[in-house]
């Protein structure tokens, strides 16, 4: 109890979010257990996730979304916090 304390506290000091790491727990399993899964059946070879079409479109679509959250660092504007700032 005294541990999961202090994680709560450390969470709260340093402005992480409670959701991203419940989603983490509850999703980290599953998607452990089906990554173990294609790389049996690929013999070990990570190039299965980008020769199927649906896989590769999750991927460049996922570095998309991070390329973007970037890009108001590399112009060098950084955007309005918004009202909850």
């Known amino acids: 109890m005294l541990i999961f ?3 709560g506290y450390l969470f709260r000091k340093f402005g992480y979010e409670a959701a991203p790491l419940i989603l983490a727990f509850v999703l980290g399993p599953i998607f452990e257990l089906n ?6 059946l690929s013999k070990g ?4 996730f980008f020769t199927r079409p649906i ?3 999750a ?3 996922a570095a998309l979304v991070l390329a973007t959250s970037f890009m108001p660092y590399l112009t060098g504007r950084k955007k309005d916090q ?4």
């Open 5 to 7: 304390g202090t994680i």
């Open 45 to 48: 070879s990570f190039a299965i």
């Open 35 to 40: 990554l173990r899964q294609s790389l049996l």
């Open 59 to 61: 991927i460049i679509l």
């Open 82 to 85: 918004g009202f909850l700032r």
């Open 55 to 57: 896989s590769a479109i």
